[in-house]
């Protein structure tokens, strides 16, 4: 096991990525590792998220009080100025969308659909037969937000954007993928508080 790496509040990096973690969470469905809610950092201390209350603009401090302790995930050198500008345009013209409850059931039945069509959706991206991936939604839940950020961004590509479709991605699909950042630490609520050994990134980095 690597030694547990903790970073402070105010070294998190606009486009980081937010892992959520709940104890409380464990054993539900998708959310097995107890990381069951995955947020954006806009920069300054603002975060985008959708949660049960919709799209919005929040804290930190407002997650670390709903959740047990947050890992960061970071992609180096990927969040140009002009990207971390896009993604605070992405989050202004998202905020009060609602919480898109109705795609969470079916994750698993499209994520499976979107596995076995893969590639005679590249085939037809390449050859002009396909509409790009919309990013701009009526709705989202959380870790749709947050992979529709990367899209808006150009972190992930049109093309590749097949295979990262957001409403096929829960939290911790986010997590085993580096394209969305690597693990640089937990941010903790509070003191004493210890992250248990089998914890997903303890086992995962």
């Not at 990525?17 to 990381?35: F, K």
């Not at 009060?96 to 590639?119: C, D, M, S, V």
């Not at 150009?154 to 479709?165: H, M, V, Y």
């Not at 911790?172 to 690597?182: E, L, P, T």
Request: glycine fraction near 6%; charge should be negative; hydrophobic fraction near 40%.
């Amino acid at each position: 096991m690597s030694q547990t790496k903790f970073i402070d509040e105010s070294a998190i990096a606009a486009g980081d990525v937010l892992m959520c973690y709940s104890r409380q969470m464990i054993g539900e469905p998708g959310c097995e590792t107890g990381y069951s809610h995955a947020a954006i950092h806009l920069g300054l201390g603002e975060i985008l998220e959708s949660d049960a209350a919709g799209v919005k603009i929040g804290s930190i401090d407002d997650i670390l009080i709903v959740y047990d302790h947050i890992a960061i995930l970071r992609a180096p050198h990927t969040w140009s100025q002009s990207r971390i500008d896009r993604l605070k345009q992405f989050g202004l013209q998202q905020v009060g969308k609602k919480f898109n409850i109705r795609a969470l059931p079916r994750i698993e039945y499209l994520k499976q659909h979107n596995i076995e069509t893969a590639q005679q959706q590249i085939e037809d991206f390449f050859a002009g037969l396909s509409k790009p991936v919309e990013t701009d939604r009526k709705s989202y839940f959380c870790s749709e937000l947050v992979v529709s950020a990367f899209i808006d961004a150009g972190i992930i590509n049109q093309s590749a954007a097949i295979l990262f479709k957001p409403e096929t991605l829960l939290p911790i699909d986010i997590a085993k993928d580096k394209a969305f950042g690597f693990f640089v630490g937990y941010v903790l609520k509070s003191q004493p508080y210890a992250i248990r050994d089998d914890d997903w990134f303890q086992l995962n980095i």
